[in-house]
């Protein structure tokens, strides 16, 4: 699986279709984000959201052929999954990180964590519970380890809201069921953790000058003695150098009237896509801060801004935390169904980017549908620019 014409059609299809689905999702559940002042993030999470998807596709169709999940000999559709997830993490750093540059530094944890709950924990308990209902079914009603154990993990694997790292439930790995993407919220919940106390750094002069002096210091501290391994949370610096850049008249100025920006941010991407094979390493980061640079200070009049706002861009990327947490649930179904009808192994190329295709359609409804009934309930929607998930 190496021909990248595949995800293109399939973008497109469901670009297409997304625009197509107004029974499922009126445009009020949706277009309220075009008040957001950042439009483009909103945006991008619709093409994100998919590309995690294919990577996790390929991933899935591997395991059925080798029985190991891991990642595809493909580096394009690696770095499918891992790049996405690099933008998710700067955009989640851009948009707390400028909300506190607004309040001058001081964040309400409780304010924080309320609303970071209600935005991640219905969807995520829903995918949870799903999950835990397959690893009922696998052991067959039976206990394979102790009782206490058992509710331990069951407790944390559904309440824990993916801060636990918890591989195994009843000694059933549960990646394959659809856990394998629950890991980067571990990351997100310690970003927001971290970040109220971060933010005091803000408040004055001499204090941004000492947070600066300390993050360049640790930065290189990092860089010297642990180069082979990039610290994950350094992933959310690229929106937080973006935040910076954005809320500076001067250098906003600069950077958005600089028509060359825009390709110089996609030669990036296509840098990481080309030179590299992994996202999470500091050639990666460097080129992602250029990328992310690039893509908060686009130009409204450019093509990429105008696709990113359209119709389908904006329901896509509504209903994109869904499309994220559920994606793996929604393969793992698919195929172990399929598998029963036709094996898995058999598929050729051609075989298997149909099959996926109708997945990705199929995927989209239910998306849609998470997110109607069970993430839109608990959204402020008078705020929803606000607590949008990267």
Same mark, same amino acid.
């Given at each position: 699986?190496?021909?990248?014409?595949?995800?293109?059609?399939?973008?497109?299809?469901?670009?297409?279709?997304?625009?197509?689905?107004?029974?499922?999702?009126?445009?009020?559940?949706?277009?309220?984000?075009?008040?957001?002042?950042?439009?483009?993030?909103?945006?991008?999470?619709?093409?994100?959201?998919?590309?995690?998807?294919?990577?996790?596709?390929?991933?899935?169709?591997y395991?059925?052929?080798?029985?190991?999940?891991? =990642?595809?000999?493909?580096?394009?559709?690696?770095? *499918? +999954?891992?790049?996405?997830?690099?933008? !998710? @993490? %700067? /955009?989640?750093?851009?948009?707390?990180?400028?909300?506190?540059?607004?309040?001058?530094?001081?964040?309400?944890?409780?304010?924080?964590?309320?609303?970071?709950?209600?935005?991640?924990?219905?969807?995520?308990?829903?995918?949870?519970?799903?999950?835990?209902g397959?690893?009922?079914?696998?052991?067959?009603?039976?206990?394979?380890v =102790?009782?206490?154990?058992?509710?331990?993990?069951? *407790? +944390?694997?559904?309440f824990?809201?993916? !801060? @636990? %790292? /918890?591989?195994?439930?009843?000694?059933?790995?549960?990646?394959?069921?659809?856990?394998?993407?629950?890991?980067?919220?571990?990351?997100?919940?310690?970003?927001?953790?971290?970040?109220?106390?971060?933010?005091?750094?803000?408040?004055?002069?001499?204090?941004?000058?000492?947070?600066?002096?300390?993050?360049?210091?640790?930065?290189?501290y990092?860089?010297?003695?642990?180069?082979?391994?990039?610290?994950m949370?350094?992933?959310?610096?690229?929106?937080? /150098?973006?935040?910076?850049?954005?809320?500076?008249?001067?250098?906003?100025?600069?950077?958005?009237?600089?028509?060359?920006?825009?390709?110089?941010?996609?030669?990036?991407?296509?840098?990481?896509?080309?030179?590299?094979?992994?996202?999470?390493?500091?050639?990666?980061?460097?080129?992602?801060?250029?990328?992310?640079?690039?893509?908060?200070?686009?130009q409204?009049?450019?093509?990429?801004?105008?696709?990113?706002?359209?119709?389908?861009?904006?329901?896509?990327?509504?209903?994109?935390?869904?499309?994220?947490?559920?994606?793996?649930?929604?393969?793992?179904?698919?195929?172990?169904?399929?598998?029963?009808?036709?094996?898995?192994?058999?598929?050729?190329?051609?075989q298997?980017?149909?099959?996926?295709?109708?997945?990705?359609?199929?995927?989209?409804?239910?998306?849609?549908?998470?997110y109607?009934?069970?993430?839109?309930?608990?959204?402020?929607?008078k705020?929803?620019?606000?607590?949008?998930?990267?």
């Open positions: 699986m190496t021909s990248v014409l595949p995800y293109f059609f399939i973008m497109g299809l469901c670009f297409f279709f997304a625009n197509n689905i107004q029974w499922l999702l009126p445009e009020s559940y949706y277009l309220d984000s075009s008040t957001q002042r950042h439009q483009s993030i909103n945006g991008i999470r619709s093409i994100l959201a998919l590309s995690v998807f294919m990577h996790h596709a390929v991933i899935t169709y395991f059925y052929q080798h029985g190991r999940w891991e =990642s595809p000999p493909s580096n394009f559709y690696t770095l *499918l +999954g891992q790049v996405p997830v690099g933008i !998710f @993490f %700067s /955009i989640t750093g851009f948009l707390f990180w400028e909300k506190a540059i607004h309040s001058a530094g001081r964040v309400s944890y409780k304010k924080l964590m309320i609303s970071r709950v209600k935005r991640i924990a219905p969807a995520y308990m829903l995918a949870a519970t799903i999950i835990l397959i690893v009922a079914w696998e052991s067959k009603l039976t206990v394979a =102790s009782n206490g154990e058992l509710i331990e993990k069951t *407790l +944390g694997f559904l824990g809201i993916g !801060f @636990f %790292s /918890i591989q195994t439930v009843n000694n059933i790995h549960t990646a394959v069921f659809g856990s394998s993407v629950f890991w980067s919220l571990k990351y997100e919940w310690k970003f927001y953790i971290a970040l109220p106390l971060i933010a005091i750094f803000l408040r004055n002069i001499i204090l941004k000058r000492i947070g600066f002096m300390l993050l360049i210091c640790y930065f290189l990092k860089i010297s003695f642990y180069y082979s391994s990039m610290p949370i350094f992933s959310f610096l690229p929106g937080m /150098i973006s935040a910076h850049l954005y809320n500076n008249s001067v250098s906003r100025k600069i950077l958005t009237e600089n028509r060359l920006l825009p390709f110089v941010g996609m030669g990036s991407l296509i840098f990481i896509f080309t030179f590299s094979s992994t996202m999470y390493n500091y050639v990666s980061l460097f080129f992602m801060c250029i990328f992310f640079i690039s893509l908060v200070h686009i409204q009049e450019s093509k990429v801004y105008k696709l990113l706002q359209t119709r389908p861009a904006k329901l896509l990327g509504s209903i994109s935390y869904s499309t994220y947490i559920i994606h793996c649930i929604v393969l793992y179904l698919s195929f172990y169904m399929m598998n029963i009808i036709y094996p898995i192994k058999q598929f050729n190329e051609g298997f980017w149909m099959f996926i295709t109708f997945i990705a359609l199929f995927l989209v409804v239910v998306s849609a549908l998470s109607r009934y069970v993430e839109y309930p608990f959204l402020n929607v705020n929803k620019p606000d607590i949008q998930h990267s």
